[in-house]
């Protein structure tokens, strides 16, 4: 699985939106933003922000590495 930073990264870029919307929808700046893109793994309540905002969700990722594990 990609870290979920460069998941994010992908779909605001797929959605057309800028860092700067990002950051104003999370009520943070442009630099933790950048920071939210370079994790490999993060805090289960941003996440869930994060999904909301973009309306898309990033726990099922998590989800199918589960189920392809032996």
Known sequence: MKPIGELI???LKAEGRSVTWFARKLSCSRANVYKIFSKEYIDTELLS???RILNHDFFQYFSESLRNRP
């Open 49 to 51: 922000r994060i999904s």
């Open 9 to 11: 990264r992908e779909q």
